[in-house]
């Protein structure tokens, strides 16, 4: 078969975006019909237009923001490695697969190969992406709650929270924020079923569709500034004031990195080449994980709360590696204490029944 001539399939495409604006939504079957193509054909057209059209059940209709093309980017070299480690930072944190994010790379790729060079970087960044796993309903998800941001078009989506039972809420997305706590992504905005601003976590979303209904963001909603006072995704405005002793063996480690919401590194009143990190944020939950990457290397001081937290998880890892642990906790005050504490603990074998 005769290799279609460029001009005619970009003829083609122009006859589906005009046929789409005066029917405003007909199936792929239609499509054909009226444009007497193969069906085949005509998606291959409409995935091949991209952003400039979308898909809802088996409809196919002009994205309200058809029109608009992004400007032309004309980057040097120094941004072009900007732009690659925020993409390869994005590949690290992604635990599955994403073609949207492939077909942007890919894109990079070929215009970076031309003019710059470079494309073998955001090339192989693109297959480190596809090996993730598929997950086709993930990535339906947060395409359609993307476009819903974008276009400011409610979503209808089914959620099953950690504890509790699943619920259908209508949903206005405000802001999509990743977190690389569990290779997560999280919506913002406001929920019908509360009124109110609520945080969904991507991944429990079972279900999301795109609505007619629009919305507008609030003009006292504000943005990323939201999220000031987070570690990570848990934010408001009271804080709590957390204090945190690291040993001399990652001080060096703990200095070379400004922590997000943390004051500057301080030395350690009480243990010599030890230093103090203090941080202002409004929850813990998010905190923590972050705190037990360091192991026996940092110390919870403040507040007492996430100390006794803290002291009840070793307590427990101890049991789980069959130590056992006493319950009487050390003076946190006296650093003897808790350094003889240690040697007590370290000086004990496992227990074996």
């Not at 069906?39 to 409809?59: D, I, Q, S």
């Not at 699943?166 to 992504?185: C, D, M, Q, R, V």
């Not at 109110?196 to 609505?211: C, D, F, G, H, P």
């Not at 350690?268 to 939950?285: G, H, K, M, Q, Y």
Request: glycine share 4%; with cysteine.
């Amino acid at each position: 078969m005769a290799r279609v001539q460029d001009s005619i399939i970009t003829q083609r495409k122009d006859r589906i975006l005009r046929l789409l604006q005066a029917e405003f939504q007909l199936t792929e079957a239609e499509i054909a019909t009226r444009l007497n193509l193969e069906r085949r054909t005509v998606n291959n057209y409409l995935h091949e237009l991209g952003a400039r059209v979308e898909k809802e059940g088996h409809y196919w209709m002009l994205s309200p923001y058809h029109f608009r093309i992004p400007r032309h980017l004309d980057l040097d070299a120094e941004q072009v490695v900007m732009l690659y480690l925020a993409i390869r930072l994005f590949v690290k944190q992604s635990d599955r697969r994403s073609e949207t994010a492939e077909t942007l790379l890919a894109t990079f790729a070929g215009i970076l190969s031309e003019d710059l060079a470079a494309g073998e970087y955001f090339t192989q960044a693109m297959r480190d992406l596809a090996a993730r796993p598929e997950v086709k309903a993930h990535e339906d998800i947060l395409r359609t709650l993307a476009r819903a941001m974008i276009q400011r078009r409610q979503v209808e989506i089914i959620y099953q929270p950690l504890q509790g039972r699943e619920f259908k809420t209508n949903f206005s997305p405000y802001l999509l924020e990743p977190s690389g706590i569990g290779f997560a992504t999280y919506a913002i905005g406001e929920s019908s079923i509360v009124s109110a601003l609520r945080t969904y976590k991507v991944e429990r979303i079972i279900s999301a569709k795109l609505l007619q209904t629009t919305f507008a963001i609030p003009d006292d909603f504000p943005g990323l500034d939201l999220l000031r006072n987070a570690w990570s995704i848990y934010y408001g405005e009271q804080t709590v004031r957390v204090v945190l002793r690291f040993s001399p063996d990652v001080a060096r480690r703990v200095r070379e990195t400004h922590w997000r919401t943390a004051s500057e590194p301080e030395a350690d009143p009480d243990c010599p080449n030890s230093i103090r990190l203090s941080f202002e944020v409004a929850d813990t939950t998010d905190l923590k994980p972050w705190i037990r990457t360091w192991g026996a290397n940092v110390e919870v001081l403040e507040p007492q709360s996430l100390r006794d937290e803290m002291i009840e998880e070793v307590r427990k890892n101890a049991s789980l590696y069959g130590w056992h642990v006493s319950h009487n906790a050390p003076d946190s005050s006296d650093p003897n204490d808790l350094k003889d504490s240690l040697a007590r603990l370290m000086n004990r074998r496992p227990h074996s029944d």
